[in-house]
């Protein structure tokens, strides 16, 4: 939200500085993300009027004006503005005057004609950078008088980026509260004088959903001027504000929305059709915004209506259908108090975002309709004339928001800051922020104003006290705590042992968005009908609720590759969610990682070679080892959406699905620019450990035996072994291991040679040539019957 000094200044007359008022609201909460002038000072600019006016006699475009600078004789000035007439009031640059950009004014002949000083546009003033023809000034300018202060000129521009439980500073006054606290300054009065009714004219005003708008202000004025224009002064503060000028009723509107916080809104009343009702849209409504966008509502949205239909999204956007135009004469004020819980995220729904639903989302002070109110009446009366009626404001009590007290203590308060603060002055902290604070025990009862809808606890007073007294006064020391230490049992946690692991193989730890786009997560293999869509998602990029870790760890490693990271290993540990369950949705937790660049980092002993599926197959197995699940894991091949076919593969554990690895799909590498790149996720309740147990060891020789099979090429070598465990007795069998594989002119072209290694041990004698024999005769024979193996001769 941007701000002009000029106009705080009315509000509260500080004594800072630009750079000093910054640093202050920064340090109060109100982050200031840059300082810019509205134009700057100029020397020898003033305000000229053009007493007369012809066409030059050697130019169609251009025309000589005699211009009143307030003293002498009129000046001869030629000038191609478009929009120059006779009686016109411009900023005139008299000779010497160094305007923005370095022109410096010198008396000059334009196609013959003298010309003495320049008449100037706004962005030749360095006020906006895209304009047609000269700015003209307000008919009571006076010729000769300085244009640096009729403008204020130079006058510094705030661009506060404020939070959202800062609703309250989503305006001009808000912001002179915050300074009028920190700077123990008296705030002007802020409530506008009541403008009495000189017509009995009203509309009824119904509230059909009170705890969605408790409060509704309006009123009815008759007879504005069709001449009327916006004040320069009133534009000068839109435009600086971000806001430009439209009409005089919609201009004034939006000035009391930026001064006071509260949006309002203004029907042309020959277009409404009987009296306005703020109530829920009915099935199959439509509406008109002002922007031409056709809406539908819905059945949970707020609308303003009359007897035709919706004439508005209420706190969001009005209605084509009775919009303010230039034959505008009589209008209806509206000034409301929308509930957020009832505004949150309709704005959104329908791709808007407006300075409306902006401040109605986090929240308006109750208090202001009536305000709001009269303020722009005042203000439309001394800029368009016109009759206001009555101001009619309905409102159910029951349903507006109660600020209730909030108990402080002391002692609280010094644990949490690390300092004491007297009493004194923490009572006087919050009675200058518009709190009632009453004694009590331990402490204070304190009840925030009715804007603060950010104070709700302790912590939140404790903030408030903390933030005026100064972060910067508050001592650093040490902090003192009682530490009890934390119980650890044998069997570590899965997910940070896996981490550790990970992180020794060479993976650093990423987190990511739970949610991410629709369209990335189908393309990863999620199920549409099973996503959780959020209701109020911050983008359309962010929509859905993530159903597999691997999309947020492309994006990640995507962006690490474009800041030449050439090798990267991430992991991440974290919920997926699957959309289905007794609940409505299950979530499901996970560890996933990705790889990408070189096997190794860039050495001399090794020729640099590409990551491929097996290394990162190692990673996963370490995982299961120290699980002491090694032997009940398995690789399948199967095809997902995702990965390469003929490159990915099913994890299974104990014979159940696990999780997946392979090669991304090289249509997805091709659309991130993620070639090579391999990836894996596993569910992390695979990785649980069991109590550690001890198992005694023998001192006895090991026997080893090898075989070597012929078997067809599909036939994978995890079957194999599975085969060999099921066929070698298990308080004999130590280890099994595939220690060779050949293909090639030897064999023949459908079959593989595999080479199969046994560790056989006892714990009680030193095993006999005969009996590894016949175990290796027993495995030799279960690989013939599953898998017709031979020996290879």
Known sequence: MKICDSWLQEHVAHRLDPEALSRRLTMLGLEVDAVALAGQPLERVVVGRVVALRRHPNADKLSLCQVDVGGGEPLGIVCGAPNVREGGLYATALEGARLPGGLVIKPTRLRGEPSAGMLCSARELGLESSVDGLLELDVDAVPGSDVTTLLKLGDPVLDLNITPNRADCFSILGVAREVATLEATPLA?????????????ALAINLADAAACPRFAGRVMRGLRAD???????????????????????????????????PMHAYDLARLDGPITARLASPGETCVLLDGQEVEPGPDVLVIADAAGPVGLAGIMGGQRTAVSATTRDIFLEAAFFAPAAMAGRARRFGLHTDASLRF?????????????????????????????????????DQLPLRKPVRLRRARLGQLLGLEIA???????????RMQVEPAAEGWLVTPPAARFDIEREEDLIEEVARVHGYER??????????????????????????VLLVARGYQEAITYSFIEPGLAARFGADPAAALELANPISADLAVMRQSLWPGLVLAARENLRRQQPRVRLFETGARYLGRGPQAHEEERCIAGIACG???????????????????????????????????????AAVHPALHPGRSARIRVAGRD?????????????????????????????????RPAYAGFSQLPAVRRDIALLVAREVPAADLLA??????????????????????PQVGSTEKSIAIGLILQDTSRTLTDEEANGVLQGVTAALGREFQARIRQ
């Not at 590409?610 to 996963?620: E, G, L, W």
């Open 658 to 690: 696990a999780g997946w690895i392979g090669e991304l799909h090289p249509a997805l590498a091709a659309e991130l620019e993620l070639p090579g790149t391999i990836l894996f996720e596993l569910q992390l309740a695979v990785l649980a450990r069991p």
């Open 474 to 499: 508050i001592p650093v020391q040490p902090g003192l705590a009682t530490v009890q230490p934390a119980a650890v049992g044998e069997v570590p946690d899965p997910a940070r042992h896996a981490a």
């Open 423 to 433: 009493a004194g002055q923490v009572q006087d902290i919050l009675q200058r922020l």
């Open 361 to 397: 989302e986090r929240g308006v002070d109750p208090t202001l309709p009536v305000h709001a109110i009269e303020r722009a009446t005042g203000l439309l009366l001394a800029i368009a004339g016109g009759q206001p009626g009555p101001v009619i404001d309905r409102q159910e009590p």
């Open 228 to 262: 009327a224009v916006t004040p320069l002064w009133m534009r000068e503060r839109l435009r600086r504000c971000g806001i430009r000028p439209i009409h005089p009723v919609v201009d004034v509107t939006n000035y009391v929305m930026l001064e006071l916080g509260q």
């Open 598 to 636: 070189s096997r190794l980092p860039e050495q001399w002993g090794e020729r640099a070679q590409p990551v491929d599926v097996f290394d990162v197959k190692a990673d996963v197995e370490v995982l299961l080892v120290q699980g002491g699940r090694l032997g009940q894991l398995a690789f399948e």
């Open 723 to 744: 085969v060999v465990r099921g066929a070698t007795p298990a308080a004999l069998l130590r280890d099994v291991f595939v220690f060779d594989i050949y293909t090639g």
């Open 189 to 201: 009065a802020a409530a506008p004088q009541a403008v009495p009714a000189t017509i009995s004219d």
